[in-house]
């Protein structure tokens, strides 16, 4: 089916399942205060139907976001409130076009319409197609948003290329974070909450003014501890705990009624005992019923050793080596706002700091054999960004700017083996040469990959008419990356001190596992990404629009031990995206519905490669280029206030992501011995569930008055379903994750001025046991990355 038609048929069906509701409205304008409930917004569950319009800034002005002609969703502060999400991972849930899942905080995975990554491997040298913002700042690494998200405003999940409008240009979309700005007017917040499993969190906020109407401040701080969900039974430990400590401080400073400075300082620090190696299963055979030779219960059968039941809902593993996912990150920015009259400018300078520490047990057993297994980071970046846009009611409204990244991210990796690792590997070998070889020896590595960004970019939208508007945007981006890779042995067996054929024989097995190496690269590039759209009022609250966009993801460096035949440098991904679209409210916008269908080609897709090394004994990850890859499918979603006590929303994705041209991918584990390469084409892409959706609902029920005050008894409940999905780069069997869904709930007590909020909740509810990821080694061992249980717990917040 060509996209034209797939576009065309999924509009004209959209359309005509929209307008009879759009029939319904008033053609006059909504009355003044009359609320535009964007889906996956929670909305208040008092009064939801009396709030204003949700204002967004996805374009760089603030503007309704039904009046936005390009998909968005929107989580809100109330939603976040009711439903207790203070991470990504949590918020996914409400959007069902946004997926996350997270090996570690370093390797998590972000696609939106099932691209951005794919896999949960990171690479220091390549940046995700999901651009994430945090007050209008660029994160240059995905684990820099992995720590609690503190005093949040609301949440913008943009669908789609960005790079016309402002900051880095991305392929798949942004995901752009606002937290509450200082107040002149006295505010104080606070929420404390305790849960099963240890969980205790606290919340705070103050603002107010410094210095009369010139200077006010916002304080913010967020301290999370939970023990952990796993146990390690090597020592007894708790595993998969989490404790977080984040602290976010604003000045902002009003010298005159044109001239608005804001600057940020915040602090954060993460600590979790992770990842500990769960054993989902285990396949002793090829497809083709040949046994695998040296597999995992061969291997752990020569040690002695018993492995734990493949039962991964025990929620055991066994590790003997220390495993840890620590991080901090702390940065500063300040955004100048000029108010010109008929154009606003705006600056925004940041400078910000990551370091990542790990810890791996590299086996999935409690034997000493891969005692390391980790890649440490610090990496440093700063932004600038210049914007000039146009202010009130013009014929033409633009935006115009400038923007400039650079970032290094120095890795440090270390891999080591310990006195189990000879008889593993090597059983077949001299045993003296396989422990000179193998125990004790370690190669460590070190990575520098710069990035240079230089970029210039606008948008204008004509306003043709009251009704029709036509956009255009342009953005012109100048790149230079360079990087180095030095892999060395820093422990083990000295090979001088052996004769010459075991010094030679240990030599040629470390270079099978780990060779010395050194390399040098840089390259530069220079793309024009582009967004045409036009949108048409069809009625008062009825917005239709299409869009086309050419975006272009950064190229990368492959700085890691290569095979041969793989470049450094990894080729910059081009993307074609077409989409359509409806936004409709009715029932004076008590009812709101946004549809939209998409069709996204991709050429030079950029993925995670994970093979065998030569013999087989070990893995090997780099980055690589796929020809063709192609998005498309179609998003709904839908809220409806029938009163002011009762708000329900439904939303839905339907994506078909798929290779296109793939002809040499990575051959599955099951299917090794018939070739170390298999033909992928026309199969689903990685870590993309063809189906999801959500619904969600908030009452609420007056209680009546107790001592003269008026009290309110609430409700709200969430469900989130997720179809199957493969998470590995090769489509193994073996890694086909079941589809799933999580209910969460939460009933409160609060009173009508809403001075303080007491509530119980609980998050997956019925206790679905589920799969995050699955993972399938060459060995015929199957890991998994596990689903939370169910918690529960109280909250109490209070506000002044």
Do not use: C
Request: net charge neutral; aromatic share 10%; proline share 5%.
């Amino acid at each position: 089916m060509s996209k034209y038609l797939f576009l065309t048929t999924l509009s004209l069906t959209a359309m005509a399942s929209a307008l009879p509701a759009v029939a319904y409205a008033d053609d006059k304008a909504a009355p003044t205060g009359a609320a535009s409930v964007v889906p996956n917004a929670v909305a208040d569950t008092d009064a939801n139907s009396e709030g204003g319009d949700i204002v967004v800034t996805a374009r760089r002005r603030a503007e309704s976001a039904q009046d936005v002609p390009i998909a968005l969703s929107v989580v809100d502060d109330k939603a976040l409130a009711a439903t207790g999400s203070y991470s990504l991972s949590q918020i996914q849930q409400l959007v069902p076009s946004l997926q996350v899942f997270s090996f570690n905080p370093r390797n998590t995975n972000v696609n939106i319409r099932g691209l951005g990554s794919n896999v949960a491997l990171t690479n220091d040298g390549l940046e995700n197609g999901v651009g994430i913002y945090i007050d209008n700042v660029y994160y240059g690494r995905v684990g820099q948003s992995q720590f609690d998200l503190v005093d949040l405003q609301q949440i913008e999940v943009l669908r789609g290329p960005q790079g016309t409008l402002f900051g880095k240009n991305t392929t798949a979309g942004a995901i752009n974070i606002t937290t509450r700005a200082p107040s002149f007017d006295p505010e104080v917040s606070a929420e404390a909450s305790l849960g099963d499993y240890g969980y205790r969190q606290f919340r705070a906020s103050a603002s107010g003014a410094l210095i009369g109407d010139v200077v006010a401040a916002r304080l913010s701080i967020a301290d999370t501890k939970r023990d952990g969900f796993l146990t390690n039974v090597h020592d007894g430990s708790d595993s998969a705990n989490y404790y977080n400590f984040s602290l976010r401080g604003q000045l902002l400073i009003k010298p005159g009624d044109r001239l608005s400075i804001k600057l940020i300082g915040d602090y954060s620090h993460q600590k979790q005992h992770h990842v500990l190696q769960v054993l989902s299963g285990f396949f002793g055979t090829y497809d083709d019923g040949t046994a695998i030779a040296n597999n995992f219960l061969n291997r752990t059968s020569r040690a002695g050793y018993t492995p734990l039941p493949f039962a991964p809902f025990a929620r055991l593993g066994d590790s003997d080596s220390p495993y840890q996912a620590n991080m901090k990150s702390y940065g500063a920015s300040g955004q100048v706002d000029w108010d010109l009259g008929r154009a606003a400018l705006t600056s925004i300078t940041a400078y910000r700091w990551w370091d990542w520490d790990p810890k791996n047990d590299g086996d999935a057993t409690g034997l000493p054999v891969v005692t390391k297994s980790q890649q440490a980071n610090r990496q440093r970046q700063f932004s600038q960004e210049l914007r000039l846009a146009s202010k009130g009611d013009n014929r033409i409204d633009y935006v115009i700017g400038a923007y400039y990244f650079w970032q290094i991210v120095k890795g440090k990796g270390a891999v080591a083996y310990g006195s189990a690792a000879p008889n593993w590997y090597l059983p077949t070998t001299n045993a003296a040469v396989a422990n000179a070889a193998l125990h004790g020896f370690e190669a460590d590595s070190t990575s520098t990959p710069t990035t240079h960004s230089y970029a210039a970019f606008g948008q204008a939208t004509w306003n043709a008419t009251s009704r029709l508007k036509l956009t255009l945007g342009l953005r012109y981006t100048h790149e230079k990356k360079d990087g180095a890779f030095n892999q060395f042995w820093a422990a083990g067996t000295d090979p001088a001190n052996l004769s010459p054929a075991a010094a030679s024989a240990v030599i040629a097995i470390r270079n099978q596992f780990n060779p010395v190496t050194s390399y040098a690269t840089s390259f530069t590039d220079d793309n024009v990404s582009l967004l045409a759209n036009v949108s048409y009022k069809i009625a008062p609250d009825a917005l239709i629009y299409a869009t086309y966009s050419r975006g272009s993801k950064s190229g990368g460096l492959n700085l890691t031990s290569l095979p041969a035949g793989i470049t450094p440098d990894v080729r910059p991904e081009r993307v074609n995206a077409y989409e359509i679209g409806l936004k409709a409210q009715a029932f004076d916008k008590r009812l709101t519905a946004n549809l939209a269908a998409f069709w996204t080609d991709i050429s030079d897709y950029q993925t995670a490669i994970t093979e065998p090394s030569p013999g087989g004994l070990t893995y090997r990850q780099y980055i690589s280029n796929i020809p063709s890859v192609r998005s498309r499918g179609a998003e709904a979603d839908l809220s409806f206030a029938p009163t002011r006590l009762v708000s329900l929303n439904a939303s839905a994705s339907y994506t078909d992501a798929v290779y296109i041209d793939y002809p040499n991918a990575p051959q599955a584990p099951e299917r090794l011995d018939v070739g170390s390469v298999q033909n992928l084409s026309g199969k689903p892409l990685a870590g993309v569930p063809k189906f999801t959706y959500t619904l969600g609902a908030d009452i609420a029920q007056p209680l009546g008055s107790i001592g003269g005050r008026a009290f309110r008894l609430y409700g709200h409940a969430d469900f989130a379903h997720r179809s199957s999905l493969n998470t590995s780069s090769t489509n193994s069997r073996y890694a086909q994750v079941p589809g799933y869904g999580v209910l969460n709930a939460r009933i409160g007590v609060r009173p009508e001025s809403v001075l303080w909020d007491l509530s119980v909740w609980a998050r997956n509810l019925t206790d679905t046991k589920y799969f995050q990821t699955l993972a399938a080694a060459n060995t015929g061992l199957i890991t998994a990355l596990l689903g939370d249980p169910r918690t529960v717990g109280a909250t109490l917040r209070f506000k002044l």
